[in-house]
């Protein structure tokens, strides 16, 4: 069964997956950076489903957490 480690690496693939489609045909190490520094709104299997990165580059997604009580998973507010 997937767990959330299997999520962040789907996250990962995926995100570089779309920053070298972005950089365009003949892409190099700096047209990827600078592709994955843009990328906003990306659909993943993380937090609310959303990812992006902010204008330093750090990763910018709302975190989900859940909680089990009485044997059923509740979200923490």
């Not at 709104?41 to 993380?46: N, P, R, S």
């Not at 609310?48 to 009580?69: A, E, N, T, W």
């Amino acid at each position: 069964v997937p767990d959330q480690n299997a999520a962040w690496a789907y996250t990962g693939m995926l995100l570089l997956a779309h920053a070298i489609h972005d950089a365009g045909p003949g892409a190099d190490r700096a047209k990827v950076r600078d592709a994955l520094a843009k990328l906003h709104d990306v659909d993943t299997a993380l937090g609310d489903g959303k990812y992006s990165y902010d204008k330093d580059r750090m990763p910018d997604f709302k975190l989900i957490m859940l909680q089990v009580v009485n044997g059923k998973q509740e979200l923490v507010k």
